[in-house]
């Protein structure tokens, strides 16, 4: 089983600051990586795939990048919106497996 | 637009069984293949169980294999996650997600999921 370790847990950042989040898997998922955004009482939603593609609707300031085993979720200028946890998952073999999630805080 | 509604979930005895379903809709349903994803109170996310689009590739997280299966009816457009011998560890929100391709692929869209509490 591939793990995926996200740091930090919690990263508590001011809106129009730039926000860096990592992903760490145990062993090379190529560019087979998806990051999701979870706010309370919702389900996921999808940011990017491929590791650096960003799914439809989804705003630029919204990064990804990395290949094998070290991959970043960058979110340029923080909006209020953008506070809720954050997910990597690998889906390059089974079982498909998430981070713990990263959580940003105002 | 792409829309997943689950349904069934509820609160079940422990060794109980429950069947979940997630209506598809915005989509030809036959063409992807869809995954069941949970999280347990306050926790994050696991993948339990994934179909292809036409139903001849199945896996199962180890955790639920044995007790859950999935199926699919690709003439009713619906996802199902029969869920037997359940215990106070299956006790989540089950999302169902649709994958992006027939075969796999990532997880583009997520229903709002169905709540499941085991408890006496």
């Known amino acids: 089983e591939v793990v995926m370790t996200q740091s930090p847990a919690a990263l508590s950042v001011s809106p129009g600051e730039r926000a860096t989040l990592s992903c760490r898997a145990s062993?090379?998922?190529?560019?087979?990586l998806a990051w999701f955004q979870q706010k309370p009482g919702q389900g996921p939603r999808l940011l990017i795939y491929?590791?650096?593609s960003r799914a439809t609707g989804i705003p630029a300031r919204f990064s990804g990048s990395g290949s094998g085993t070290e991959f970043t979720l960058t979110i340029s200028s923080l909006q209020s919106e953008d506070f809720a946890v954050y997910y990597c998952?690998?889906?390059?073999?089974?079982?498909?497996?998430f981070g713990q999630g990263t959580r940003l805080d105002i | 637009d792409v829309q997943l509604l689950e349904s069934g979930g509820g609160l079940v005895l422990p060794g109980g069984s429950l069947r979940l379903s997630c209506a598809a809709s915005g989509f030809t349903f036959s063409n992807y293949a869809m995954t069941w994803v949970r999280q347990a109170p306050g926790k994050g996310l696991e993948w339990v169980s994934a179909?292809?689009?036409?139903?001849?590739?199945?896996y199962y997280a180890d955790s639920v294999k044995g007790r859950f299966t999935i199926s699919r009816d690709n003439s009713e457009k619906t996802l199902y996650l029969q869920m037997n011998s359940l215990s106070a560890e299956d006790t989540a929100v089950y999302y169902c997600?649709?994958?992006?391709?027939?075969?796999?692929?990532?997880?583009?869209?997520w229903g709002q999921g169905t709540l499941v509490t085991v408890s006496s």
């Open positions: 179909i292809s689009g036409p139903s001849d590739y199945i």
């Open positions: 998952q690998q889906y390059n073999s089974w079982p498909i497996t």
């Open positions: 997600a649709k994958r992006s391709i027939e075969y796999g692929g990532h997880f583009d869209f």
């Open positions: 062993q090379s998922v190529s560019s087979n």
């Open positions: 491929s590791a650096s």
